[in-house]
């Protein structure tokens, strides 16, 4: 029942009472609207912001998210600061930078000497709604726990270097409903733990990943028996898809069947990519575009049931729903294979958040990013006295409700070479530019500076014409955000060599 339709019964309701003496409560049947909703968020990986339909920039089929996008409000310049896997995943789980909550690189047995995980003593989102009374359900890719030997069977957990692991029990930060792995990217043949599964006995399904996650996700929502959660509690449900990362060919042949006659022409019309160029990087734009759309389309179609399915069961008006993505994909622009870069196809996400009658569908251009995730949504949902002190993003609840608040001049960019967390890149992306400066054994050795304005394709890098923004960017933007997030990256040789 949307919200026209309930709002009508209700006057039907009041009417038909007048004149007599029955109370003034809803028709039977009728969900009460709670005082904490529920949450759903679904968040496949490497979806990069461009690919959404309604934007207007990939010619992507995506009818769910662009029907999502009219139901609710799109933060269209939305950005992960650390734009991979696991740095993303334990920002938005403990709305703490990179150096504060420890993940400043990808979880695998290169990066496990260093501690790089989700720390357990860490307070998470889900931790606070656990704790008061919420159900929680996890399903998909989790990748932050730090592989450990022996290692678990899995094909991508080779003698070289080992990425899956399983997630105990104790580590799952409040989720009780529990159906995933770590990182393993077989779409046609997921593997997943269920809640109870010992670590050696992962299992394996044939069938298209996200569709089988949906599958999960609506069995969950529709709760039959009460078999998935407590029936007289709210829940929040994180559905974590793989798709649309590569391997790109892994897609069912109906989605791709969506760009049937398109040619890569017609599909690579992004100005940075090199369609015609015979690099590497150009065979994998105009090979994989297609089918890295279809999967698009794909996770777009399994959307559209997980929200059905809550229409269904009468909780789509108590219930926020967050579409996003742990980072983008440039997917041969810029000469890019996928992400980890400050580019916009890398850092640029979707986000979209939808809660019937209390968000009003439009437009946003704040500059939200990963670690505002955790005290926005709690605020949101009522529990703005319960962020702990120690989370470092901002809520932007009020943003979302009114229109109206305090909005930041910029967002944070990293990247961190395994075990030097004083090194790599450091940068900031405000509503015009994005700036990246790299740093090798202390030195500066990369400036770059885009106007995202005049060229939104950042093919021009201006840093040495515009020393001046240069400046001011690190003066009043970079440095306040690396002071903020205690990050050793932060000396005094910012000046290029
Ligand atoms: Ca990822």
Known sequence: MNQRTRTRVLAIAFFVCLG???????????????????????????????????????????????RLASEGVVLAQAVVNYPVCSPM???????????????????????????????QADRTWSDVLADKGYSLGYIGKWHLDAPHEPYVESSNNTAEM???????????????????????????????????TPRDEAFYVDQWGPEHEADRAIAYIQNEGGDFRDADQPFALVVAMNPPHMPYDLVPE???AYYDGKTYRDLLVRPNVDVDGDSPMSELAR??????????TGVDE????ILEALEEEGLANDTIVLFTSDHGNCLGTHGQISKNNHYEESMRVPFLVRWPGRIEPRHDDLLISTPDIFPTLLDLMGFAEDIPAEVEGASYASILLTGEGERPTSQLYLWVP?????????????RRYTLMIEKTSDRVTETTLHDNKEDPYQLRNIADESPDVVERLIEEELTPWLEKTNDPWLTESLEPI
């Open 254 to 256: 109906k989605y791709v």
């Open 287 to 296: 090979t994989q575009t297609k089918n890295y759309f279809a999967m698009v």
């Open 418 to 430: 395994p075990g030097e967390p004083a090194g790599g890149r450091r940068g900031v992306r405000t």
């Open 162 to 196: 080992a990425w899956n692991e399983w997630c105990p029990p104790e580590r799952r930060h409040g989720f009780d409903s529990w159906y995933a792995y770590g990182t393993y990217d077989q779409h046609t043949r997921p593997m997943y733990w269920a809640a109870d």
């Open 89 to 119: 995943r334990a920002m938005f789980m403990t709305g703490r930078y990179p150096h504060s909550n420890g993940v400043i690189g990808n979880c695998n047995s290169v990066t496990a000497p260093f501690g790089y995980e989700l720390r």
């Open 20 to 66: 007599s003496a029955c109370a003034e409560e809803p028709a039977e049947n009728e969900p009460l609207p709670r005082e904490h909703p529920n949450l759903v968020i679904v968040m496949p990986d490497q979806m990069r912001g461009q690919a959404l339909g309604f934007m207007n920039e990939d010619p992507v089929v995506t009818p769910n998210l662009d």
């Open 302 to 305: 399994q959307l559209g049931r």
